[in-house]
């Protein structure tokens, strides 16, 4: 290239904003003048740094391949990459470091993690060791055997704070308490015949003698249980709770629980033979 002829940096080239490019002697660029990085639109001095170092690098190819447009093009992508990515450009030889995404903030030492108080609550139902109640019935086992049209009784046999309730349990996480109360709410008796009684309560424990139904927990089967599995009725009984729970913050809840349990009665017929008496 002889003097005055123009230097094209691949898509690099000098001028002014809004003017005419400016020629420069072979290798030489005004340092005042402006160039402009491909199609990105950006425009710098030449007397920027990275001017001078893309300048020497596309010079120094040019003359030494006589190609004057091609040699530049890998300078002037990697200047025009740092002016997009904010990168500094690095030294001949060396790859110039990639834009890191910014490090998201650290919590604080002391943040408390968050507490949901509706987890706390069955932490505290957990506490109450709850459990299926035994229940009691007229007749009680498959040894003893109930009548076709006598009432049957049915009660829990072991009422207490586990099986009955009430229960009372608290739980807590960082500066969250919760306080929850479980009642016990009746049972659902499934008698094996087809039938379903909701009890309201636990039952009324048979008196031991006479033939009166239960007031608020009994069943009269109609049919003997002789063409069942065994034998036997199998009686299902579900024990309902209900716990209600409030936390220190405000927040409240209810939560059902039921607790399944089963038995098997043994329904037969008597009959009554009358015989001369004359």
């Known amino acids: ?3 005055g ?3 094209s940096v691949g898509n690099y080239s000098s001028g002014s904003p809004g003017s005419a490019k400016s020629s420069t002697p072979e290798g030489i660029v005004n340092p005042n003048a402006w160039h402009s990085i491909g199609d990105s639109g950006y425009n710098i001095r030449a007397g920027n740094p990275f001017i001078q170092a893309i300048n020497k690098a596309g010079t120094a190819a040019a003359l030494a391949t006589g190609n004057d447009k091609a040699t530049g093009v890998g300078a002037a992508n990697f200047l025009g990459n740092m002016l997009e990515t904010g990168q500094d450009a690095a ?3 060396q790859t110039a470091p990639q ?3 910014p490090a998201a903030d650290d919590p604080p030492a002391d943040a408390q993690p968050e507490v949901d108080p509706a987890e706390l609550a069955q932490q505290a139902v957990t506490k109450m060791h709850l ?5 009691a019935s007229t007749p009680n086992n498959p040894d003893t055997l109930g009548a076709v049209g006598l009432p049957v009784w049915f009660w829990v046999s072991n009422p207490g704070t586990t099986t009955t309730g009430p229960a009372e349990a608290t739980a807590e996480a960082g500066d969250v308490e919760v306080t929850a109360t479980a009642k016990f709410s009746g049972l659902t008796v499934r008698t094996g015949d087809g039938k379903t009684v909701e009890c309201s309560g636990p039952g009324t424990e048979y008196p031991g003698t006479g033939i009166q139904e239960s007031p608020d927990c009994g069943h009269v ?3 003997m249980s002789d ?3 065994d034998g036997l009725y199998t009686v ?3 024990a309902h709770w209900t716990v209600e729970w409030e936390s220190n913050e405000g927040d409240t809840g209810t939560i059902p629980i039921d607790l399944d349990t089963s038995k098997q009665l043994r329904i037969g017929q008597y009959e009554t033979v009358v015989t001369d008496v004359s």
């Open 227 to 229: 063409d069942q599995p």
């Open 221 to 223: 089967y109609e049919q």
């Open 99 to 101: 834009a890191q995404p």
């Open 131 to 135: 459990k299926a109640p035994e229940i």
């Open 236 to 238: 299902d009984i579900t």
């Open 1 to 3: 290239m002889g003097a």
């Open 5 to 7: 002829a123009r230097t």
């Open 91 to 93: 030294p001949q030889g």
